[in-house]
């Protein structure tokens, strides 16, 4: 039997949305994305990075989406300043689903993309030293 070898992480993330051009726009505007020049056709945008991930219109305007209460995946940015970001995002009337606080991974706060995924900011990739030492 031949061997299959995975990668450890995923290659690539597609994410339905009602309208892929506004959510496109959210993931540029707040989150730094950067789109693919590859032409997807209307009902797809792509971005580059590790992992790549997509936004498809596969979901019609109307339809049952995620709620930030129930959806059980999470995506998770680093940012170099999450107050900062926090502050854009409040200004742009982004739904704000967690207000910032310093945790393990650093300036934390949540907020929800245009279809209501729940999309967590963060400063640091590792909790190397959680909690903090007492003085």
């Known amino acids: ?3 299959t070898v995975v990668s ?10 009602s309208d892929v051009h506004r959510s496109a726009a959210f993931y540029e505007q707040y989150l730094g ?5 590859f032409d997807f056709g209307p009902d797809a945008v792509a971005f580059v990075g590790w992992p790549t991930f997509a936004l498809s219109s596969v979901r019609r ?3 049952p989406g995620p709620s930030p209460e ?4 999470e995506l998770w940015w680093r940012a170099s300043d999450a107050q900062v970001l926090y502050e ?3 200004g742009g009337g982004i739904p704000i689903l967690l207000e910032p606080l310093d945790g393990p991974f650093g ?3 949540a907020m929800a993309d245009p279809d209501g995924y729940r999309i967590t900011i963060y400063e640091k990739d590792q909790p190397l030293f959680w909690p903090p030492a007492t003085r």
């Open 70 to 73: 129930t959806t059980t995946i």
């Open 88 to 90: 854009l995002a409040l």
């Open 33 to 37: 994305a950067v789109r693919d020049t």
């Open 1 to 3: 039997m031949p061997q």
């Open 8 to 17: 450890p992480s995923p290659g690539f993330i597609s994410i339905a949305v």
């Open 107 to 109: 300036r934390t706060f």
């Open 61 to 63: 305007p109307g339809a």
